[in-house]
T-cell receptor, first 113, second 112 residues
Framework: GQSLEQPSEVTAVEGAIVQINCTYQ??????LSWYQQHDGGAPTFLSY????GLEETGRFSSFLSRSDSYGYLLLQELQMKDSASYFC??????????????FGSGTQLTVLP | EADIYQTPRYLVIGTGKKITLECSQT?????MYWYQQDPGMELHLIHY???????EKGDLSSESTVSRIRTEHFPLTLESARPSHTSQYLC???????????FGQGTRLTVV
């Protein structure tokens, strides 16, 4: 099976930079995704890394190191609306050609004024 | 951008009732998923499908069943609801190799 670890809570102030780490254990690894979920809402896709390195999308960046089974989400110029839960998710081969998406336990980000 | 729909949004039912949670997507995605999520907690995969007539159980043991007769439709059925089934159920779909899943708004189920 798969397992993912990420911090349960992170707090930062508006305008700051915050990094949310994710370590994973899985076989048949294909890639690491990040999702944002506001209270009462559905998860929404932020980014996906299949190869080592940094992917940048506006204020958000995501990094992957396959050799270390590690990734992180970097949020810059934090805004109050960034307060949400952030989930990492691994895409991995489960059986045959089936690729399953398994989520971590989520990191609750609180942005303070 | 995301065209995936779940009904109902909220449901309160009595113990022992049979219920079906509906999920439909209009994007033609092959892969569809059902997740269970309690408030403030992680998403647990309970079922997934990688195409018509192909379904698998996920990591979390569940007393529910699913079917995938059409690409766009992936209903989840509880034959006999119990209070322990009270939770939010999220349906998602994905396509291609980008690890990008689209989620429905969820069904918040309460079994009394």
């Amino acid at each position: 099976g798969q397992s993912l670890e990420q911090p349960s809570e992170v707090t930062a102030v508006e305008g700051a930079i915050v990094q949310i780490n994710c370590t994973y254990q899985t076989s048949g690894f294909y890639g690491l995704s990040w999702y944002q979920q506001h209270d009462g809402g559905a998860p929404t896709f932020l980014s996906y890394n299949a190869l080592d390195g940094l992917e940048e999308t506006g204020r958000f960046s995501s990094f992957l190191s396959r050799s270390d089974s590690y990734g992180y989400l970097l949020l810059q110029e934090l805004q109050m609306k960034d307060s949400a839960s952030y989930f990492c998710a691994v895409r991995a081969l489960v059986s045959g050609s089936a690729r399953q998406l398994t989520f971590g336990s989520g990191t609750q980000l609180t942005v303070l004024p | 951008e995301a065209d995936i729909y779940q009904t109902p949004r909220y449901l309160v039912i009595g113990t022992g009732k049979k219920i079906t949670l509906e999920c439909s997507q209009t994007m033609g995605h092959d892969k569809m998923y059902w997740y269970q999520q309690d408030p403030g907690m992680e998403l647990h995969l309970i079922h997934y499908s990688y195409g018509v007539n192909s379904t698998e159980k996920g990591d979390l043991s569940s007393e529910s069943t699913v079917s995938r007769i059409r690409t766009e439709h992936f209903p989840l059925t509880l034959e006999s609801a119990r209070p322990s089934h009270t939770s939010q159920y999220l349906c998602a779909s994905s396509e291609g190799g980008q690890g990008k899943a689209f989620f429905g708004q969820g069904t918040r189920l309460t079994v009394v």
